[in-house]
Antibody, heavy 119, light 110 residues
Framework: QVQLVESGGGVVQPGTSLRLSCAAS????????MHWVRQAPGKGLEWVAV????????RYIDSVKGRFTISRDNSKNTLYLQMNSLRGEDTAVYYC????????????WGQGTLVTVSS | QSALTQPASVSGSPGQSITISCAGT?????????VSWYQQHPGKAPKLMIY???NRPSGVSNRFSGSKSGNTASLTISGLQAEDEADYHC??????????FGGGTKLTVL
């Protein structure tokens, strides 16, 4: 079965960096686009970024452009999110998610990793 | 990239039907048949319930149905059950080749 396991979350100070990882298994990772979606405490879901199956195409929500970078290593079945210049409003649970392919939606989610930005 | 608009909460009694709306624009909901709905229980990851406006993934009860009219999509749950109590989130692909979610709706089964 599809498994997505995020890691790398934690408590960091504003202005610092953090890299999230997502280990994928149970499917052909290199065939699927992948997303990062976040959820601030008590709030709704917010789409953050997507990367194509081959890593050649990436898109971001405006609020993270220039600060966050999504990447993937298909040889390691791993998705990454490099987060720089972190702000308080970046505090959230970050979910790694698989794109269904052809339907422009997410069909599998990880359990999430909490990122807290606080001084 | 404004969030889609959902009611903050809806409620219904067991056996009843409820509908949750998701309002967008012609650049997202109205422009594409790529609206999806997710169920999220407290402390859990979201689960895909509807994709491409009205399609159900295998394993999702046929009590869940989706539709769209203009810039507004809707999720209907019929024959409400206690286990349906959860947060529901809509999402749409957009003309900016990004995705946008709604603010989420808390469903209470009375």
């Amino acid at each position: 079965q599809v498994q997505l396991v995020e890691s790398g979350g934690g408590v960091v100070q504003p202005g610092t960096s953090l890299r999230l990882s997502c280990a994928a298994s149970g499917f052909t990772f290199s065939s699927h686009a992948m997303h990062w979606v976040r959820q601030a405490p008590g709030k709704g879901l917010e789409w953050v970024a997507v990367i194509s199956y081959d890593g050649n195409n990436k898109r971001y929500i405006d609020s993270v452009k220039g600060r966050f970078t999504i990447s993937r290593d298909n040889s390691k079945n791993t998705l990454y999110l490099q987060m720089n210049s972190l702000r308080g409003e970046d505090t959230a649970v970050y979910y790694c998610a698989r794109d269904r392919g052809g339907s422009y939606c997410i069909d599998n989610w990880g359990q999430g990793t909490l990122v807290t930005v606080s001084s | 990239q404004s969030a889609l608009t959902q009611p903050a909460s809806v409620s219904g009694s067991p056996g009843q039907s409820i509908t949750i709306s998701c309002a967008g624009t012609s650049s997202d909901v109205g422009g594409y048949n790529y609206v999806s709905w997710y169920q999220q229980h407290p402390g859990k990851a979201p689960k895909l319930m509807i994709y491409e406006v009205s399609n159900r993934p295998s394993g999702v009860s046929n009590r869940f149905s989706g539709s769209k009219s203009g810039n507004t999509a809707s999720l209907t749950i019929s024959g409400l059950q206690a286990e349906d109590e959860a947060d529901y989130h809509c999402s749409s692909y957009t003309s900016s080749t990004t995705w946008v979610f709604g603010g989420g709706t808390k469903l209470t089964v009375l």
